[in-house]
């Protein structure tokens, strides 16, 4: 078993930062893909940054320029540094990790619990 541990969010004003960390632990071999998801409520999760296994980052579109993803491989650790956050930002942000574990050898998705970043006007 593989567990991912979200810390960082809260209640920020608009314009400030905040950086979210999410920790993976347990059952690893290796970690392909560490990813940010969010999900606003009444809304579809989206994803909102991707660390990919071949060492490139995908944004969302919403969050270009404002928004950072960074990966420690040593820690198994993804970091989020959130800038200029508005408003629209406000949702629960999930950390999703892309795992090989080696016995019994497979590659599963894994979800964090999910971490509140409130964002006031």
């Known amino acids: 078993q593989v567990q991912l541990v979200e810390s960082g969010g809260g209640l920020v004003q608009s314009g400030g930062s905040l950086r979210l960390s999410c920790a993976a632990s347990?059952?690893?071999?290796?970690?392909?893909?560490m990813a940010w998801y969010r999900q606003a409520p009444g809304k579809q999760r989206e994803l909102v940054a991707r660390f990919t296994s071949g060492g490139t980052t995908n944004y969302a579109d919403s969050v270009k320029g404002r928004f950072a993803i960074s990966r420690d491989n040593a820690k198994n650790t993804v970091y989020l540094q959130m800038n200029m956050l508005k408003p629209e930002d406000t949702a629960v942000y999930y950390c999703n990790a892309e795992v090989v574990s080696a016995v019994p050898l497979t590659t599963r998705d894994y979800w964090g619990q999910g971490t509140q970043v409130t964002v006031s006007s």
């Open positions: 347990g059952s690893i071999f290796s970690i392909l893909s």
